[in-house]
C-alpha cells in the first residue's frame, strides 16, 4: 500500500509563486510514474504535469513555461514547483503514484 502526503499549497497573489511537494511511502518511488493533478469547484480532475520512472516530463498547455514538476528519488518525493500563478490555477492540486494511488490534495488559491 502506498501513501501520499501532499504539502505546500496556499494563499498567494496572482504573479506568485508556489513548490507542492508530496511524499510517497510503501513503494519502489524509482519505478514509479508519478503526476500531479488539479480539481477546480464544478469542473474535472485534470492532469497537471507528470513524470517517468526515466525522468520524462509532460504538462498541460496552460501550464508549460509556468511549472516545473521533478523528482528526488532518495527522498521518494515529487514537487510541482509553480510561478507566474493566475487565477485560473485555483484548485485543490493532487498528487498520484503510478495513476492507482492518490493523496488527499493540497488546496491552492490564486487571488487577483
Given amino acids: 500500500q502506498v501513501q501520499l502526503v501532499e504539502s ?42 507528470s513524470i517517468s520512472a526515466g525522468g520524462s516530463t509532460n504538462y498541460v498547455d496552460s501550464v508549460k513555461g509556468r511549472f516545473t514538476i521533478s523528482r528526488d528519488n532518495r527522498k521518494n518525493t515529487v514537487y510541482l514547483e509553480m510561478n507566474s500563478l493566475v487565477p485560473e490555477d485555483t484548485a485543490v492540486y493532487y498528487c498520484t503514484f503510478s495513476g492507482t494511488y492518490w493523496g488527499r490534495g ?7
Avoid at 511524499?23 to 469542473?43: D, V
Fill in 8 to 49: 505546500g499549497g496556499g494563499s498567494v497573489q496572482a504573479g506568485g509563486s508556489l513548490r507542492l511537494s508530496c511524499a510517497a511511502s510503501g513503494g519502489i518511488f524509482s519505478r514509479a510514474g508519478l503526476g500531479w493533478y488539479r480539481q477546480a469547484p464544478g469542473k474535472q480532475r485534470e492532469l497537471v504535469a
Fill in 106 to 112: 493540497t488546496q491552492v488559491t490564486v487571488s487577483s
